[in-house]
């Protein structure tokens, strides 16, 4: 195979692009985060995140959240091409806080929770899953 100069040019300008693609996804999630909190600070304690460490296939991944007092939830997948995977909000008279249900993940990613409690503080729990085959094309 000869390489000439203009493939070598498309290979490192497809090389740039594949680099960026990360730090979109990277971008999507903090937007996301900062729609939900507007930019306030998160603790760590009162929220739980159970998703699997390995997930074998990344089209149906079972995950749990619980958040006692809270008033809203967010989920994000941070390696997915759209990150944000549910929002759930609770009324005065929900007898938990808490949901569960399956997503799908394109790989091996962070999975986010977010709560944001009833005196407007949030707190954040991740779990990072590994995924064997993707379930978003890949």
């Known amino acids: 195979m000869k390489l000439t100069r203009r493939d070598t040019l498309m290979l490192g300008l497809g090389t740039a ?8 996804a990277s971008a999507a999630v903090d937007e996301a985060i900062a729609a939900f909190t507007g930019g306030a600070e998160m603790g760590s304690e009162g929220i739980t995140l159970i998703a699997p460490e390995i997930a074998e296939n990344g089209n149906t991944v079972p995950i749990e959240v619980d958040a006692p007092g809270a008033v809203a ?12 995977v549910a929002e ?16 799908r993940l394109a790989g091996t990613q962070d999975v986010i929770a977010i709560a944001k409690m009833p005196d ?3 707190v954040r ?6 995924v064997t085959i993707g379930g978003c094309g890949g």
């Open 120 to 122: 407007g503080t949030f």
């Open 17 to 24: 692009v594949a680099a960026m693609i990360p730090m979109q």
């Open 73 to 84: 939830i967010l989920i994000l997948a941070a390696g997915n091409p759209t990150p944000g």
């Open 125 to 130: 729990a991740s779990q990072e899953v590994k």
């Open 88 to 103: 759930m909000r609770f009324g005065p008279l929900a007898a938990a806080q808490s949901g569960s249900t399956r997503i």
